[in-house]
């Protein structure tokens, strides 16, 4: 059983940068990529980035850049760097593990993903 522990978030103004990390723990996930997601209050969770088994990243259109995936196999622990923060970035973020196995395409679909850390929050201050 894999589980996922994320940490990094906090307050931070606008501007200025943050990195998340999570980590995974229960067996390697070397194969498998991972995905970072995101919560704002009020609103439906919805994809940040991907990371996947090879180490190739995507991200969302609203990411622009300042945001950049990486992972480090030998620690089990991927990570969210971001940087330029705004307010609208201000979330409880999420990382997941994709179900399957060296997935060919990207996927940005919530119910692709299991499991899921707890979350971690980011507020960013204007």
């Known amino acids: 059983q894999v589980q996922l522990v994320e940490s990094g978030g906090g307050l931070v103004q606008a501007g200025g940068s943050l990195r998340l990390s999570c980590a995974a723990s229960g067996r390697p996930f070397s194969n498998y990529a991972m995905a970072w997601f995101r919560q704002a209050p009020g609103k439906e969770r919805e994809f940040v980035a991907h990371?996947?088994?090879?180490?190739?990243?995507y991200y969302a259109d609203f990411v622009k850049e300042r945001f950049a995936g990486y992972r480090d196999n030998r620690l089990n622990t991927v990570y969210l760097q971001m940087y330029s923060l705004e307010p609208e970035d201000t979330a409880i973020y999420y990382c997941a593990l994709d179900k399957q196995r060296r997935r060919a395409a990207v996927s940005v679909a919530i119910s692709d993903y299991d499991p899921w850390g707890q979350g971690t929050q980011v507020t960013v201050s204007s």
């Open positions: 990371v996947d088994w090879s180490t190739r990243t």
